[in-house]
């Protein structure tokens, strides 16, 4: 049986390179492990085995990805076999990430903040306040006395369906 992760202890979290593989379509363990080598991102081989620090490859990753970098061609890509190559990296620029180091590391964290449950339940909540609003002044705003009628059963039953939720 295949084991998709090693831990060995805190900060240190190994996933075999076939995780990485079922996680990014059309991506073979060649173009893996050039992808890998042009992020300067080492592998560890165990056995038959291959794994990728999961911290070091998330580093790289949002080191290409960071706003105002130039658009990124994994070996392999499209764009490269056609020859269409026009000023986009190929490798991670490796004086740029030391430079930069902390600045990555902040924005994953930003990143993180942004993508966690909290935040993302207050967004919820924001929208969920915006279309009770929405929905109050549509019903206000409707003309006939048997639709004012029917908008009550309908507002009551709309807040009795949120409650439930």
């Known amino acids: 049986m295949k084991n998709f992760y090693i831990g060995l202890g805190n900060g240190v979290k190994l996933l075999s390179e ?42 790289a990753m949002r080191a290409i990805t960071r706003i105002g970098q130039p658009d990124f061609l994994a070996p392999g890509c499209e764009t490269i076999r056609k020859n269409r190559r026009k000023g986009q990296a190929g490798e991670l620029d490796l004086e740029d990430f030391k430079k930069n180091f902390e600045v990555v590391v902040a924005e994953l964290l930003a990143a993180r903040k942004v993508n966690s449950g909290q935040l993302k339940l207050e967004i919820q909540n924001a929208a969920k306040q915006a279309a009770d609003r929405m929905f109050r002044a549509g019903v206000q705003n409707l003309p006939s006395k048997e639709q004012i009628k029917y908008d009550r059963s309908a507002v009551k039953a709309y807040v009795k369906e949120r409650e439930n939720n």
């Open 18 to 59: 076939d995780w990485y593989i079922g996680e990014m379509e059309g991506m073979t363990k060649r173009s893996f492990r050039a992808l890998c080598k042009s992020l300067k991102v080492p592998m560890v081989e165990i056995g038959k085995e291959r794994y990728v620090e999961a911290t070091s490859f998330v580093l």
